[in-house]
């Protein structure tokens, strides 16, 4: 599971136990510092500046942080002691996996991936993900076995920022990359989704750390969490952008 | 643990046992195409064309790496049931960790990064590693727990490019890099710790790989394990290189 990142931030501010706008306002102050809406590979996307074969390694890395979070919500569900808990969580387990009246949003981001261009099989294979990404993806799935079950649910806060990214990504992707509008189900979907999930998460963290060095754990989860994300882009940039060398054995944008 | 890496390679070479000659040339060939001896970071070292601030970010970032080397061997001897095997594994947790006659591999790595002018309590702490780093050597400890026992032993199997490498980089270290020269005992002793623990874990894995597809897993496991070193290697590249864009909280170059 791995040793623990060391905190970067001080925690010089006080002790005492943040109440529930203190606890938002910290956690929103984390994604204006560290969620991935800012990363240079994001912006280019949204600029209209990448190549059909640069989304392709994109929906490939990314489909692999995909096809892990019911796994990692299936580990939440396994640590969470409470039937009205594991009721709510459940929900996320289904939006992904999908049930009858649903696809889900696993299959939704295999249509993305495909109107990419890239054949559904091989996305599922995972061939020619990069090593980073499943590196970053894996110690998803580290944090959420290993810490308390408080910092595993808030490391699922990024969805408190992603509702807005998703926004813009759609109105950019249609715009840019019209050839992508019938792949885009998936970010439909979370617009929605997203903000029941993480009003639920951000509760359940502000009732149950029951102290400030609780509550500092938390904040800490969701930090790590963004590092997650941002680090998959990193890997991106520099494997398919600049200086554009992807690794042995990794996925080659084709007529490079 | 995570989800296993997707075999890149095909197996179509055969299905009958490989002789101890045939698995270390295909131990060998694994290296030759995904050992970091070529990536880009390390041949800017070699050609003395790194700063001070760029070496600092290596050694700052490795200590993390050589940090959990004899975490990974414990947890190796956890799982060994043989007295004999675990008396031979040992010896690579004393070499690491020191003894009442050596300092250990950890403390010479300290002085190293105190050579570049790093703070040995700041670099003990992990102050400003790369995310990227946390999550590329955790794998490792994801390998060495979840795989079997042979995989986690064949991981280890870089060892058999080491050598190689750290005879080249002591020699362009100090034709380069002059005032890192106290700093160098480490790769001395590794120079001699080395061949005889890849001996020892080349014969292991010959002897308990019964099937050819337990043979083609260990090459999987070392296929892996580079991947883990290449990609720590595009991590510092990426950051403090080119296009030299450190993540949110990450160790800065001085004066930039």
Chains 1, 2 share one sequence.
């Not at 808030?154 to 990504?169: D, G, H, K, M, V």
């Not at 060095?213 to 590092?227: F, M, T």
Request: hydrophobic share 40%; net charge neutral.
């Amino acid at each position: 599971m791995g040793v623990r990142a060391v905190e970067t931030e001080t925690k010089a501010e006080g002790t005492s136990v943040l109440s529930l706008e203190e606890l938002r306002a910290r956690l929103q102050a984390v994604g204006e510092e560290r969620y991935h809406h800012k990363h240079p590979f994001h912006l280019l996307m949204h600029e209209g500046k990448l190549n059909r074969g640069q989304l392709q390694a994109w929906a490939l890395n990314r489909y692999y942080y995909q096809s892990i979070i019911p796994i990692k919500d299936s580990i939440i569900l396994s640590r969470g002691p409470d039937p009205v808990f594991r009721r709510a969580w459940r929900k996320r387990v289904v939006d992904h996996d999908g049930d009858a009246t649903s696809e889900g949003g696993i299959k939704r981001w295999i249509k993305l991936a495909e109107a990419t261009g890239l054949d559904a099989a091989d996305v599922r294979d995972g061939k020619g993900i990069l090593p980073a990404t499943r590196f970053a993806v894996n110690e998803y799935l580290n944090i959420v076995r290993s810490r308390s079950l408080l910092e595993a649910v808030a490391s699922s806060l990024t969805e408190l920022f992603s509702p807005n990214l998703i926004s813009l990504r759609v109105d950019k992707l249609r715009q840019h990359y019209p050839w992508l509008a019938g792949g885009l189900d998936y970010f439909e979907a979370r617009l929605y989704q997203a903000p029941e999930d993480s009003q639920f998460a951000v509760n359940y963290v502000h009732d149950h750390a029951k102290t400030r060095a609780e509550q500092e754990l938390a904040i800490q989860a969701l930090r790590d969490k963004c590092d997650i994300l941002w680090a998959q882009l990193d890997a991106l940039y520099f494997a398919y952008v600049q200086p554009g060398w992807p690794p042995p054995g990794a996925f080659q944008i084709e007529g490079k």
